[in-house]
């Protein structure tokens, strides 16, 4: 007789601790015992064959067996987060759960003034904002509408085109009281830029850029677009931001407009299944116009 093969709970267990490094945080996660966490983890474990944990310093450490069944442990839990979903109630109906997915500044400063009135207008409808500057995986329903700087290409989704966020330079009053306007692209290298860390993922989106500007630019580093712009506001340096992000700020100038303009798509994006269900197509249908007017404004 075949051993019984490891259950979901486990290895919701086991992504609980990749994530959080350590048995005590996995259990808070879960709102479980620490003990509960660290006997799934050795029943899974002994039902693999593989030890999945080393400890360090630093707390635990994922060995190599473990980073290889990382994937397909996340791709059982989008299954299973979509299937609740799924099962929340009747495609018909206005109740249930809608998951949106957008990077971490459309989710901060744009999205939820949208959401506010999606949810006056259908409160039945709870809603999902996951925040990523990664694309979700709307084949494997990791969420049910997406915010994305790129056009998807699987032929399931259907996409549809918002128009071009305009980015900007910009100062906050402060930093320029004391530092200055630069006058020409040449003057940024006496400036202090703020840009990203490892992730130049907004600059290889971007069209229209007539700067080249690298890692070795920035004197204020950091791949998380919410911290980009509190430190723009706090007077840290000079930043990219929306332009209508910035027009609400009349605190933030604007830097060498002329030099430095540039257009990023914005796409709405859902699967092409998804447009039967009815609470997913009135999110799909209430962003669609909501993020076409933040463009065109």
Sequence with gaps: MAPEPPGWELYRTFLAVVREGSFSAAARQLDIAQPTVGRQIESLEAKLGRRLFTRSQRGLVATAAAREIVPHAEAMAAAAAALLRAASDEARSEGGTVRVTASEVMGHEVL??????????????????????????????????????????????????????????????????????????????????????????????ARGQTMRITRENFGFRCD????????????????GCHVRIAEGDPDLLRVLERHFHLGIDMWLAMHRDARATRRIRLVFDHLAAGLADFVRA
């Design 112 to 205: 939820p003034p949208l959401l506010a009135s999606f949810g006056w207008r259908h409160p039945g409808i709870a809603l999902e904002l996951a925040l990523s500057n990664r694309n979700e995986d709307l084949l494997r329903r990791d969420a049910d509408v997406a915010v994305r700087m790129t056009r998807p290409t699987q032929q399931a989704l259907v996409a549809r085109r918002m128009g071009a966020l305009r980015i900007g330079l910009y100062a906050h009053r402060r930093y320029v009281d004391r530092f200055g306007l630069p006058n020409a692209p040449e003057d940024l290298a006496r400036h202090r830029m703020i840009g990203f860390d490892s992730d130049p993922s907004a600059f290889r989106t």
């Design 224 to 239: 998380s677009g919410p911290t980009q712009l509190a430190a723009l506001r706090a007077g840290v340096g000079i930043a």
